[in-house]
């Protein structure tokens, strides 16, 4: 179903400059000869300016000197400096927003959740910043004392991907900068604008306050930009958001200079769906875990286990529901269903329809491209349900697209097996109103994933809770109340008062 025409280039572009201008983007800064598209048309936003990795080891200079200074502020101190820029975020949050629906074709209410995400990360980094605990501990010898103390790592390179082109950065820059840490950003290639506004915004926060400018700085580039910072020294952490395949990459390259790394990787999440499930609730739950954001979420619903007794009225609502999602414009009050982010992804949701089928499978509903009259360049599709025999090849693999697998169990044993059974482990479901399925569920006995829920979708995480995944997801984890030590380095103090020099574990050394 289209949702009204789909914009002009002259539109969206004049969109784009006024959101980014009233942002504080310098549009000296960001002109240039690299082609820059949005996925609402496929047409070009204007041209763009790329960095080398020359412009790497520079903001890792400038970043490393302003961390010698910003170290020195007390937390509570960083922490104002970050309520200022959830402020600045809270007046321009449907500036950014429109960036994040022009760049990678976000629906509105998506693309301003983004950004309250953003806004609630800040909220969560200023409280945090008066609660940078250490513990102490009981000394085994008299006159002692054992305590921990934390401090700030140094400089953070952060690499994000296009499908939350500001909210991941934000996550780790609020926790960061209250830590004591600098940051520099390696932004999505789709989403320079959304990195340039929102940079722009804390640079503001930071000169407010008096603040070494230095110490949030943006570098956009291809590839090799995200490739000088993993292999840079003096960058102490890498946070890193995009696919296994990125992760298996980045890793070990950042341990072999024994540097850390914090990996948000692939998801290929499902939700169970048992007889006592309430299928109006978990209708809900399924459609906008598997179809919002087109389906490229890492926490996008990828397949459904539901009970043999149920799996056909569950199909046969899924397939009544994917039939009414309006799709088109994501700016267009109503739509619920934007773009892929290019023809590359159309492509690989193609290829994977293909496999299912040729694995058994039956697309039910879904699949095709619409809109193709109205944006040649612009891939819209409506959402797949493909109703599979067994979990094939294909299902255990994660295709960036709304494609939902739908499957059927048995015993509630063999659906928790069918969750388990696949390489990532970032974020699954359980529909159901049987507690001990539900305790079962949530046990070690249960799904193996970092995310796990009872009667709610994949999706949709909030700051509070910690963020991430297991297996080749990645094992990182970002938010919640305790990411902040990811952040930072822990020494052990012990501090003798005594007077005397007793050796630990009663070691005996006179001389």
């Known amino acids: 179903m289209s949702r009204n025409q789909i914009p002009t280039a002259e539109s969206l572009q004049q969109q784009a400059h006024d959101a980014a201008k009233r942002c504080g983007v310098d549009p000296e800064r960001i002109a240039g000869d690299r082609p820059h598209r949005s996925p609402i048309n496929g047409e070009s936003l204007g041209g763009i300016r790329w960095g080398t990795t020359d ?6 200079r400038r970043s490393h000197q302003a961390f010698l200074q910003w170290r020195k502020v007390p937390a509570p101190q960083r ?32 693309a301003l959740g983004e950004v309250q995400e953003m806004i609630d990360i800040c909220d969560f980094a200023v409280g945090l910043s008066r609660q940078l605990y250490g513990s102490t501990s009981v000394s085994e010898r008299p006159g002692h004392r054992l305590m921990e103390t934390w401090h700030p790592l140094g400089v953070v390179g952060v690499i994000s991907a296009f499908n939350f082109p500001v909210a991941v950065w934000s996550w780790n820059t609020a926790v960061a900068l209250v830590c004591g840490d600098t940051v520099i950003w390696k932004p999505s290639e789709q989403a320079p604008l959304c990195a340039w506004a929102s940079a722009a915004l804390l640079s503001r926060a930071l000169e407010e306050s008096g603040a070494p400018a230095d110490v949030s700085q943006v570098v956009v580039g291809g590839p090799e930009i995200g490739e000088s910072l993993v292999d840079n020294s003096g960058v102490a952490m890498v946070s890193a958001t995009g696919s296994t395949r990125m992760g298996r990459a980045v890793g070990p390259r950042v341990a072999n200079r024994f540097g850390r790394s914090l990996l948000e990787l692939g998801g290929n999440n499902a939700a ?37 007794s149920i799996v056909e009225e569950l199909t046969e609502r899924l397939v009544e529901a994917y039939e009414r999602l309006p799709i088109g414009d994501p700016l267009a009050h109503g739509t619920l269903v934007g773009p892929l982010v290019h023809g590359d992804a ?15 499978g039956k697309i039910v509903v879904g699949g095709e491209r619409v809109l193709a009259d109205e944006a040649t360049d612009a891939y819209y599709v409506r959402p797949a349900v493909v109703r599979m025999p067994e979990q094939s090849e294909v299902v255990t693999q994660e295709t960036f697209a709304p494609v939902l697998y739908v499957l059927d169990y048995e015993e509630f044993a063999d659906a928790i097996a069918l969750n388990n059974d696949v390489p990532q482990g970032l974020s699954s479901a359980l529909f159901t109103q049987d507690q001990a399925e539900s305790e079962i569920y949530l046990s070690s006995e249960g799904s193996d994933c970092g995310i796990v829920n009872i009667n709610i979708g994949t999706s949709g995480a909030e700051i509070g809770g910690a963020f991430g995944g297991e297996k080749e997801t990645g094992g990182g984890r970002e938010s919640g109340f305790d990411a902040w030590r990811g952040y930072m380095r822990r020494a052990t103090n012990t501090i003798n008062y005594s007077g005397e020099l007793p050796l630990a574990q009663g070691v005996d050394f006179s001389v």
Do not use: N, W
């Open 79 to 110: 922490g104002a400096v970050i309520k200022r820029f959830g402020e600045l975020l809270t007046e321009h949050k449907e500036d950014l927003g429109t960036l994040v629906s022009l760049e990678v074709g976000k629906i509105t209410s998506e």
């Open 272 to 308: 169970i769906v048992s007889p006592t499930a309430d299928l109006d609730l978990t209708l809900r739950g399924i459609v906008f875990a598997a179809a919002g954001t087109a389906g490229q979420r890492c926490t996008t619903m990828r397949r459904v286990i539901a009970h043999s």
């Open 346 to 360: 159309y492509a690989a949701m193609q290829a994977a329809l293909e496999k299912a089928q040729a694995a058994g």
């Open 55 to 60: 412009d790497v080891d520079e903001a890792v």
